[in-house]
């Protein structure tokens, strides 16, 4: 399909990367959610927790939220909203340690981690529901790699990733090396290595709080921590195995990735220009503005943009 015209023209002054990234991390949202919460135990003996939104419909929409984010993020409440009023059940999954609980092994989760994935499916189908998944950064290279890595899975009528960095390495490396981007960083990071120390208090044997001298972004973290705790030879093997891209040309189902031009978390290799111009599911729209997870066009609006357009484009499903 061609590359999708953008319809997003946010005013001038906002108009900028940072500015969109920033504001909705500081607007408030007037957003009531009544999550009912579950858990979901798995075989290895960990758990998930998830957030359900069940008004008895035959659809549902599988949420996956950022890194070191959760269902009750703004961006995952405002989608979940805005879905529940159209018609959808809404299953917002919260990954291994992110649901205000540690999880109960080692290892946590991971940008390619579509297992996990997979029994969020499997418990949101159950009864012969219809499912379509919406990722946000993290959890868009999550979708979209789930949908091209599975084809065939009968259940999965449809994915949209936003902010997906569906090149994982170009995006470790502008986070990395981008002084502008180093606020997001820090904040990042410190975040990651919080919970490495909560983690070698619990495991001393197999986690180890001085691994984390010298660590000053994601190369070095996802080399010391994230893959070898998920079985990648290193953060270079983590990368290549975990990015959404290479699935992207088996993609069948109807896809969209929106990703914004003046991303801050993104690289150029994190637009598929290719990949959509030939593919017959994947759609790639590409505004000039909108930032990280932020597509703002009124500041004090209930929601966004990007949940408009969602629920768009899972209603032509």
Sequence with gaps: MPVVRPTFAPPRWLANGHIQT???AVLPRRLTVPYVRERLELDDGDFLELDVLDGGHRRVVVISHGLEGSSRDAYVRGLASILSEAGWNVVAWNYRGCGGEPNRLPRSYHSGDTDDLARVIERA????????LV???????????????RPDYQ??????GVSAPVDLASS???LDRDPANRIYLRRLIARLEDKVRAKAVRFPDQVRVADLEGVKG??????????PMHGFRGAQDYWTRSSARPFLPFIRVPSLLLNALDDPFLAPACF????????ESFLLEAPMSGGHLGFV?????????????????????
């Design 22 to 24: 920033i504001l909705p």
């Design 125 to 132: 189908v159950d009864g012969g529901r219809q499912a379509a």
């Design 135 to 149: 990722g946000f950064s993290l959890g868009g290279n999550l979708s979209l790699k789930f949908v091209g890595e």
């Design 155 to 160: 259940s999965v009528i449809g994915a949209v």
């Design 172 to 174: 470790a490396a502008k």
């Design 218 to 227: 994601f190369a070095e973290f996802d080399d010391r921590f994230t893959a």
């Design 272 to 279: 598929p220009f290719d990949e959509a111009e030939s593919s």
């Design 297 to 317: 066009q009124i500041p004090w609006a209930k929601h966004h943009w990007a949940e408009f357009r969602i629920r768009q484009f899972l209603s032509e499903l």
